[in-house]
């Protein structure tokens, strides 16, 4: 089986069958993923790599080569996935052709990586090998590419899967990463308390979906666009074009200009956000205005001489 499948976080595959066989993905080691928002595994290109799997598990053998977002080879939310192809194919090639400016790659020497294609999101080609009859050791290959666009298609156009050099990987529970990870000191860090044990009350940023309407350097200039917005003689086009907004499923301007103006004490949610590092700024921190607050962590901080701790994960794992 070859393809190349869509990618779209906004799948329009929603069918019973699909919905059913890509819970296979929100399960690892037995147990639910405990993601707060799993929306990645429901990519399109997931639940083609889904139903091909499904279909050589029928067949008993076969291979599969997709070129597909290569974002399910180390992201923490698609371990299960992994884990559930490991089950399926006894071996597994990755060649990962980079090129992600979501993630602002660079080649290990510090130049430039581009995409192969025409898009944003980093790509992968991947070979998934199943074998008829006794099973033998999971096995996991990796190989990657980085570098100027051009350089990449000559280099595919040279080279073939024989010629291509191989890294074994290991990958073990719990992110089952199929990128190379050091995992020497493992044993001893796992022995340390995890970060989200020792801090039950955890969650990633605010997001606002609008920083440059909702956040400024200056106090007066975002009030001033606040009261532009809860203005009921400024039209909604109007606003709208002025300030750039734009509108999504859950925030439409003409409600959310409704709701704030029956906060009469919106100006007291005006307050100051770490935007960066040493970079403070002002935000009008309010439930109409903001995508997602994260209130369970965020209260903690407001007003309050509390401490957080910001810590992220390291996608290959080095220990």
Known sequence: MLGNPPYSGHSSNTGKWISDEIKEYFMVDGKPLGEKNPKWLQDDYVKFIRFAQWKLDQAGEGVLGFITNHSYLDNPTFRGMRQSLMNSFDEIYILDLHGNSLKKEKSPDGSKDENVFDIMQGVAIAFFIKNKGDKQSKKVFYSELFGEREKKYSWLLKNSFNSTKWKRTSPIADFYLFTPSDNKLLNQYSKFWKVTEIFPVNSVGIVTSRDNFVIDFEKDKLEKRIKDFVNPKIDDEILKQTYNLTENQSW????????????????????KILYRPFDTRWIIYNDEMIERTRKDVMTNLLGKVNLALITSYDKRRTI
């Open 252 to 271: 439409k301007i003409k409600e959310q200009r409704e709701k704030l103006r029956k906060d009469y004490d919106w100006k007291d949610s005006i307050t």
